[in-house]
């Protein structure tokens, strides 16, 4: 299974992002799928994520700014960032639990990483 990241860039204090994660390869299904981010020198924090059934959860920081979204048909899941700071800037990873198989467990996988600058 491979996780493919983009959109991230350079954008400036209260500018919009919208980052995409496409997940591809020997897949059943998937029930969760977030975001995660790196800031320098910072531990890499959760950021969003949803459910398969649709429910989602945010970091308190992004609460209001931030919107995730699946699109299950494609297995990608997006992150809308709006009003962004300039402590929004990390390296934005996407996440995925996926079952390979019907009777499989679930088996978490990463992508690379997107950067994303936010100038003041």
């Known amino acids: 299974v491979q996780l493919q990241a983009s959109g991230g860039g350079l954008v400036q204090a209260g500018g919009s992002l919208r980052l995409a994660c496409a997940a591809s390869?020997?897949?059943?299904?998937?029930?969760?799928m977030g975001w995660y981010r790196q800031a320098p020198g910072k531990q890499r924090e959760l950021v969003a994520v949803?459910?398969?059934?649709?429910?989602?959860n945010y970091v308190d920081s992004v609460k209001d700014r931030f919107t995730i979204s699946r699109d299950n048909a494609k297995n990608t899941v997006y992150l809308q960032m709006n009003s962004l700071k300039p402590e929004d800037t990390a390296v934005y990873y996407c996440?995925?639990?996926?079952?390979?198989?019907?009777?499989?467990?679930?088996?978490?996988?990463w992508g690379q990483g997107t950067l994303v600058t936010v100038s003041s």
């Open positions: 390869g020997t897949i059943f299904s998937i029930n969760y």
């Open positions: 949803v459910t398969d059934g649709g429910s989602t």
């Open positions: 996440a995925a639990d996926v079952k390979n198989r019907r009777y499989s467990t679930s088996s978490r996988y």
